[in-house]
Every structure is written in C-alpha cells, then in structure tokens.
C-alpha cells in the first residue's frame, strides 16, 4: 500500500514536471486550438524485477522509460502526419508481477494525449 501511494506520488509530481517541459504550452481552459485535432497513443513496457534494487528506483526506472518514449512520442507524429504536436496530457500506471520461483518483472503503461495540427496534405483523411 505503501508503494502504491509513493508511486501516485511521484506519478503526480512527474506530470508537473513534464507539463513545464511540454513544447508548447496550450491554453489553460483545456480547449484545443483552431485547425489542431485530438490524438492518443498508449504504450505498454515490461521491464525484469531485480531482487537486489530497491523497488522505488526499479519503479522510476520504468516510469523514466515511458516518459522517454513520450517525449519523442510528438517528434514521430510530426515526421510523418502533423506540422504542430503539443502534448496534453500523460497518465501512467506501474504494477509489479512475481512468478513462483520469485522471478517477476514490472509493468508500466501509459496514454499520451496530444493535440495535432494536421499536415495540409492530411486534411482529407481525418
């Protein structure tokens, strides 16, 4: 229970940080931008449980993990169908798995929201 607290503590305080690092900062009252769209995408990483690390660095390592692929998560949107990417949110949630023989492995998943402005050439497949 512990665990679980001091991860929804540190997943609180990720987002905080993450929201000052965000590329362009969206208006406050939640409301998209002309000619931007809404997009989500998921990620899902299993990564192994060391019995010998300390289960809130493993916890971060996986937590760092997801919030790296997030970060390059606008770069891909825009290489291949937007001219504009701003992140809008991020949530994750970290779960641990332990087998019989006391081998296990932690579990992150996270949802990217993004707000997109589409390529001119992507107009006509939304």
């Known amino acids: 229970m512990i665990a679980t ?4 503590a540190v997943t ?6 993450t929201g000052a690092f965000a590329q362009t900062a ?9 000619g931007y769209i809404t997009a989500q995408s998921s990620i899902s990483l299993s990564l192994p449980f060391d019995q ?4 809130d660095e493993q916890v971060q390592k996986a937590q760092k ?3 790296n ?6 770069s891909v949107v825009v290489e291949t169908i937007a001219e504009d990417c701003k992140i809008t949110g991020i949530t ?8 019989n023989n006391r081998d296990g492995f932690i579990s ?11 390529k001119p050439s992507m107009h006509g497949s939304k």
């Open 5 to 8: 607290r001091f991860c929804s």
């Open 108 to 118: 992150v998943r996270g949802q990217i929201s993004m707000a997109i402005k589409l």
């Open 52 to 55: 010998s690390a300390q289960m």
């Open 26 to 34: 969206l208006p406050r009252n939640g409301t998209i931008p002309e």
């Open 69 to 74: 692929i997030a970060s390059r998560n606008c």
């Open 12 to 17: 609180v305080f990720t987002f905080a940080v």
């Open 92 to 99: 994750n949630n970290v779960d641990m798995q332990r087998g």
């Open 65 to 67: 993990a997801l919030y």
